[in-house]
């Protein structure tokens, strides 16, 4: 069974409006953390967001935000007033305790802003 | 503050070489991270050191796969008798041990071809 699940292939957003990207996880460990990297056609992953599963406000790094909803299992990533320079594959990953600390990768999402 | 470097950038090889990649993680980081993602995929974690010692190895570490880090600072990553199959980004991330949010900082990557 996937942990991670990425349903949104590729998502197209007009520049400076918000767009949600999807992700929802399995896991039965209760401590666990969840992040968003993106990647750029250049390859290299960069971070953007961590949520530990004990936080109990949903996490925001600048126009990045999470929307954490344990209960559903799911932890959506939104960008607001989104940018050209945002176009690049987005990634959800989680770290789970027992399976030490490597991180478990959705498939992506490409993301796509218009001009 | 230098990041996570890599070397080669690219490589292209024959079937059946020999090939090494290089890691140099973030200076203060203990815990190292070998992935590899193919195209069109998540990265799937491959082996991880904390200081010189390798902690975990993925199934889809075969035996012509290996990996080290002698004195826990840079690492290598070595594949024997390269096969088409092996073809795939391998990216290097470091973090603390028991920093916070336990974040992993990615590499550019090495971009393997094995002609």
């Known amino acids: 069974a996937q942990k991670i699940t990425q349903t949104q292939p590729g998502m197209f957003v007009q520049e400076k409006e918000a767009v949600t990207l999807d992700c929802t996880y399995d896991t039965s460990d209760p401590s666990y953390g969840l992040f968003w990297y993106k990647q750029p056609s250049s390859g290299e992953m960069i971070f953007l967001i961590y949520?530990?599963?004990?936080?109990?406000q949903n996490a925001t790094e600048g126009r990045y935000s999470l929307n954490f909803q344990k209960a559903r299992k799911s932890a959506n990533l939104v960008i607001s007033a989104s940018q050209l320079g945002d176009s690049a594959m987005y990634f959800c990953?989680?770290?789970?305790?027992?399976?030490?600390?490597?991180?478990?990768f959705g498939e992506g999402t490409q993301l796509t802003v218009n001009p | 503050d230098t990041g996570v470097s890599q070397d080669p950038r690219h490589k292209i090889t024959k079937r059946g070489q020999n090939v090494t990649f290089r890691c140099d993680p973030i200076s203060e980081h203990n815990r190292l991270y070998w992935y590899r993602q193919t195209l069109g995929q998540g990265p799937e974690f491959l082996t991880y050191f904390q200081n010189e010692a390798q902690l975990e190895k993925s199934r889809l570490l075969s035996d012509r796969f290996s990996a080290e880090r002698p004195k826990g600072s840079f690492s290598t990553l070595e594949i024997q008798r390269t096969e088409q199959g092996d073809s795939a980004m391998y990216l290097c991330a470091s973090r603390l041990a028991s920093g916070d949010k336990e974040t992993q900082y990615f590499g550019p990557g090495t971009r393997l071809l094995v002609l």
């Open positions: 949520q530990g599963s004990y936080d109990q």
């Open positions: 990953a989680m770290r789970e305790m027992p399976s030490g600390s490597r991180l478990t």
